[in-house]
């Protein structure tokens, strides 16, 4: 027993010995400019998001309500449409972006919005694959049934209507 107590505090006392190390190093911060989104882009930041103007995407699988804000949506190179994405938990709390996807399964985020309106650049340009399960599989819905069709990018007009009515897939069967 008296073994094992000492084991314990010695282990206790190399982890706190490491902290310390790690916590003496100068690390500085990385600065990122709140002023300017990321180059990469051809969107410029929209206003915030207005209740008036939200398009509810109807969801299974999830407690959240997920808005595309109809009049953030663009279209750009590269089969790419911008939209504000609004996600509403069950408790109310909401996390607002500014996004693009591409028609290729891919997508990123330029900006977070703040409560007061503003928005955050985003501190990474990742392209990220839009996947098929998880928290967030309304990305691969939005590819799939609303902003895409084989890989080719609707016009803002049949986007809207297929926020609306819950998706296209289930209309178009695929040719043979």
């Not at 709140?34 to 999830?62: Q, S, V």
């Not at 190179?77 to 607002?96: D, F, I, K, M």
């Not at 650049?121 to 998880?134: C, F, H, I």
């Amino acid at each position: 027993m008296k073994l094992q107590s000492l084991t314990r505090r010695l282990l206790a006392g190399l982890c706190v010995l490491a902290s310390a190390a790690v916590l003496a190093q100068d690390l500085q911060a990385p600065k990122y400019d709140e002023d300017e989104l990321k180059p990469d882009t051809d969107f410029p930041l929209p206003p915030p998001p207005k209740k008036t103007d939200l398009l509810r995407y109807p969801m299974t699988g999830t407690n959240n309500e997920v808005y595309i804000d109809g009049t953030s949506l663009k279209t750009g190179a590269n089969q790419s449409v911008a939209y504000t994405l609004l996600v509403r938990s069950p408790s109310g709390a909401e996390n607002v972006t500014f996004e693009v996807m591409r028609c290729g399964g891919d997508r990123h985020v330029l900006a977070y919005g703040r409560h007061d309106g503003t928005w955050s650049p985003a501190r990474t340009s990742d392209w990220l694959p839009v996947r098929t399960a998880g928290a967030n599989s309304y990305y691969f819905e939005f590819w799939r049934d609303v902003f895409c069709r084989d890989n080719v990018l609707l016009p803002v007009s049949d986007i809207r209507a297929n926020i609306n009515r819950g998706g296209s897939y289930q209309e178009y069967t695929v040719p043979n």
